[in-house]
Structures are given as C-alpha cells and as structure tokens.
C-alpha cells in the first residue's frame, strides 16, 4: 500500500486531507480506552516492563506472520529499515514503557488522559512537517477539550506517573508524526516489525533492569495479554497508520479524546475510581471540542 504524504502533489494533498473514517476512529479510540484497564489487571501478574514488551511482541510476531502468509511486501533499503526502527523505538520502546509506568502510579481515568494529550502535542509538528495550517479556533477548541478531560480526571488521583504518562503522550505523536514517512511500505508488514524491534528492545531493558520474568499465567493475565496484544496494538494500530496515512492530523487526533473517556468510564465502574461533580461538565467540554474540530468545513469559493 502506497504512501501519499505532503508535498506530493495536489492529488496527494487531497487524498491525504480526507475526512477520517468516523466508525473505524470510534473503534480504535475505545479500543485504545479500554487498554488502560487491561493494563491495570495484568500488571497484577506481571512485572512492567515485561508485560510491555510481551505485549509489543504477540503483536508484532503476529502481524509479521500474517504479512508473509499473505506474500505482502517486506520492507527493504537502509532508509525504510532506519524509519522503521526509529518508529519501534520510539512509539513502542518508550511509550509502551511510559505508559504502563503511568498507569501503575496513577488512577486509572488520569493515567488515560494525560497519555492522549496527542491532540495538543501534535499540531505545531503537524503545521511545521507537513503544511497542516491550523486555526485558532480549531487549537482552542482542542485546548478546551484537553481542559475538560482535565476536569473528570485530575481528582481521581495522581503522582509521580503523571509525567511518565505525558512522556507516553509525546512518544504516541512522535510516532503518528513518523508513520507519515513509511512511504511505499505495506502498513501491515510495517507495523509488525516495527513492534518487533521496539518489543525486543523493551525485552532488553526488562532484563536489565527487572531480571527475568517472573510472570503468573493466570487466565485473566492470558486473555489480557491476548486483547492487548492482538485487538489494542496489531489490529487498532493497522487501524490508526492506515488513517494517518490520508488525514489530517489535527482532525484525526482529536478522535483520541475519546479513549480517556472510555478509560475512565471503565476505572469508575470497574475499580470505584468514580470522577468527581465536574464530571458531567468536562464530559460535555470534550464533545463540544470535538464537534468543532471534526464538523465539516464550508469551501471557500473565490479566486
């Protein structure tokens, strides 16, 4: 499958800044939501950073097989193989960790929150990489929504993860950012190995740091691992590349506000983690800031 990114040519551009697909979004976003509370239960069974690494590992070995089963493209050239690694590295080495760091400091509603601030942290880069100009009304109305999720979350706790999970934030857009720049790979078998890579690089540090794994294969640490793995990483992360690969960024991030949401309305009903009164107005401030973010634009007529 073929890249178009910006800077390609008129017929790029207007593939690339088409609407993104709201029911694949909503399945990603509350896919990704309901992670945060996968992640919590296995980590009753396992140590952090091997839960992460196993996770990017089932995914990635999973996605590779599927990739070759198929006779899709392998990546090649020094170039791709770079991207790719970097990618690993950077979207799942060190936001797996930090994220999963978050959550173990962290309530579960917050850790989710601060973890997709993406919306924010993505529109400079976006403007600055590739020409996506974005509108004050469009970066207040992101500001006001990152504000509302603030409002739910904030009071069901939070500590030292706080900065982890907003370091997983910056390593998530960092990656979208370098998904653009996969061009003329085959999503599929990208994604794969670049789980691979970053998985075994988070095995290298699980060593190193936790020892060997001492993990309790309970069934619920199975069947968490196996959402987590096959439906929250290779299936919704196919997902999201393909999407990045046509929309624009500001419009698809503001989709991830919707994974807080869910997180924390599965941390309230799951673990008592139950927001505060403000709940209701910072629920409303989110979808607000997403209808005027992801509402259909009038085209300018003119010269």
Same mark, same amino acid.
């Given at each position: 499958m073929a890249t178009m990114t910006a800077g390609t040519g008129s017929a790029g551009v207007a593939e690339l800044r088409r609407a993104p697909k709201p029911w694949?979004?909503?399945w990603i976003t509350a896919t990704w939501g309901a992670c945060f509370v996968a992640i919590r239960w296995g980590l009753r069974d396992s140590s952090l950073l091997w839960f992460a690494a196993l996770r990017a590992l089932v995914a990635g070995v999973c996605l590779v097989l599927v990739a070759e089963v198929q006779s899709r493209p392998r990546p090649r050239g020094f170039h791709a193989?770079?991207?790719?690694?970097?990618?690993?590295?950077?979207?799942?080495?060190v936001a797996f960790a930090a994220m999963f760091a978050g959550v173990s400091g962290l309530a579960t509603g917050t850790a989710a929150v601060l973890a997709n601030a993406q919306p924010l942290l993505i529109l400079l880069p976006a403007w600055w990489l590739y020409g996506e100009a974005v509108t004050v009304q469009t970066a207040a109305a992101l500001a006001i929504g990152f504000s509302g999720l603030l409002v739910v979350a904030v009071p069901g706790g939070g500590g030292s993860g706080a900065l982890l999970s907003l370091l997983a934030a910056a390593a998530i857009t960092g990656g979208?950012?370098?998904?653009?720049?996969l061009a003329g790979l085959d999503v599929l078998a990208a994604s794969g190995w670049h789980f691979v890579i970053g998985g075994v690089a988070l095995a290298v540090w699980a060593a190193m740091v936790e020892g060997p794994p001492v993990i309790n294969w309970t069934p619920r640490f199975i069947a968490?691992? $196996?959402?987590? /793995?096959?439906?929250?990483?290779?299936?919704?992360?196919? $997902?999201?590349?393909?999407?990045?690969?046509?929309?624009?960024?500001?419009?698809? /991030?503001?989709?991830?506000?919707?994974a807080p949401v869910v997180g924390i309305i599965l941390g /309230?009903?799951?673990?008592?983690?139950?927001?505060?009164?403000?709940?209701?107005?910072g629920l409303l401030a989110v979808l607000a800031s997403m209808w005027i973010v992801l509402?259909?634009?009038?085209?300018?007529?003119?010269?």
């Amino acid at each position: 499958m073929a890249t178009m990114t910006a800077g390609t040519g008129s017929a790029g551009v207007a593939e690339l800044r088409r609407a993104p697909k709201p029911w694949r979004l909503l399945w990603i976003t509350a896919t990704w939501g309901a992670c945060f509370v996968a992640i919590r239960w296995g980590l009753r069974d396992s140590s952090l950073l091997w839960f992460a690494a196993l996770r990017a590992l089932v995914a990635g070995v999973c996605l590779v097989l599927v990739a070759e089963v198929q006779s899709r493209p392998r990546p090649r050239g020094f170039h791709a193989w770079l991207l790719i690694t970097v990618l690993g590295l950077v979207n799942v080495t060190v936001a797996f960790a930090a994220m999963f760091a978050g959550v173990s400091g962290l309530a579960t509603g917050t850790a989710a929150v601060l973890a997709n601030a993406q919306p924010l942290l993505i529109l400079l880069p976006a403007w600055w990489l590739y020409g996506e100009a974005v509108t004050v009304q469009t970066a207040a109305a992101l500001a006001i929504g990152f504000s509302g999720l603030l409002v739910v979350a904030v009071p069901g706790g939070g500590g030292s993860g706080a900065l982890l999970s907003l370091l997983a934030a910056a390593a998530i857009t960092g990656g979208t950012l370098l998904s653009r720049r996969l061009a003329g790979l085959d999503v599929l078998a990208a994604s794969g190995w670049h789980f691979v890579i970053g998985g075994v690089a988070l095995a290298v540090w699980a060593a190193m740091v936790e020892g060997p794994p001492v993990i309790n294969w309970t069934p619920r640490f199975i069947a968490v691992l $196996a959402f987590l /793995s096959l439906v929250g990483t290779a299936a919704a992360f196919v $997902a999201w590349f393909t999407e990045t690969r046509h929309c624009r960024l500001d419009a698809l /991030s503001a989709w991830t506000f919707l994974a807080p949401v869910v997180g924390i309305i599965l941390g /309230s009903l799951l673990f008592g983690e139950w927001p505060t009164g403000w709940s209701a107005a910072g629920l409303l401030a989110v979808l607000a800031s997403m209808w005027i973010v992801l509402r259909p634009r009038p085209e300018r007529s003119g010269t």
